[in-house]
């Protein structure tokens, strides 16, 4: 009896699910070799010839897209190319972090109070008021919670001098930078290095809270 009608592709699949099985199945190897012998012995009629693509097209189409071996039998895997390691995470407590510093920065100041606040209708003398607040409350919060230090020492708009190697990281060079160090320029913005972070320890609930809704009594 024929069975139903199978296309190039589907017969590969059939060729490699068969191999495996018949190498980790002793049922389906049992099956196969008394077909095999069935069909020796002239019990089976022989297959019609299949009236798809020529054996060289049928090749080509196996390199190009090999079949995947069966899910319910293990077959071998070919070790696939190394990839590039993806980029670390970054750990969620620098998360946490910014949001301890947003929160300390609301107490204290009201920073965010006045960065949501449209300042469109206030005059310029109001908004300074306001702004002198913000001002003394987040300098207040930052010198709590960390100890800064210049980068460079020297006086704003000294002339100063950039040796080879230098650390982009530290001096950023602006203007008309032209050539190879040592550069020599005037010193627009010393810079700042937090020498010491001091931020408070979250007891317990959720980080993501920078300032908790307040209900007057």
């Known amino acids: ?19 495996f099985a018949v190498l980790f ?29 020529s054996p060289a097209a049928r090749a080509t189409v196996e390199v190009a897209r090999p079949p995947a071996p069966p899910p319910s039998t293990p077959a071998p895997r070919a070790a696939a190319p190394a990839a590039a390691p993806a980029p670390a995470p970054r750990p969620a407590h620098d998360t946490e972090a910014a949001l301890q510093l947003l929160s300390v920065l609301q107490r204290e100041g009201r920073l965010i109070d006045f960065i949501e606040e449209d300042l469109a209708g206030f005059p310029d003398a109001a908004i300074g008021a306001a702004a002198r607040t913000v001002h003394a409350g987040c300098k207040r919060a930052i010198q709590e919670l960390f100890k800064l230090e210049p980068v460079m020492r020297d006086a704003e708009g000294a002339q100063v001098q950039v040796e080879p190697g230098f650390d982009p990281g530290l001096i950023r060079l602006t203007g008309n930078v032209v050539g190879k160090p040592p550069f020599r320029g005037a010193l627009r ?29």
């Open 1 to 19: 009896m024929n069975g139903p009608e199978t296309t190039p592709l589907q017969r590969i699949a059939l060729a490699f699910y068969a191999f």
């Open 25 to 53: 199945q002793p049922e389906v190897a049992a099956a196969l070799f008394r077909l095999r012998e069935a069909r020796r012995a002239g019990a089976l009629p022989a297959a019609p010839e299949p009236s798809g693509p």
């Open 189 to 217: 913005h010393h810079g700042w290095r937090a020498r010491e972070v001091k931020l408070p320890r979250i007891d317990g609930r959720d980080p993501a809270i920078v300032a908790p809704a307040e209900v007057e009594l």
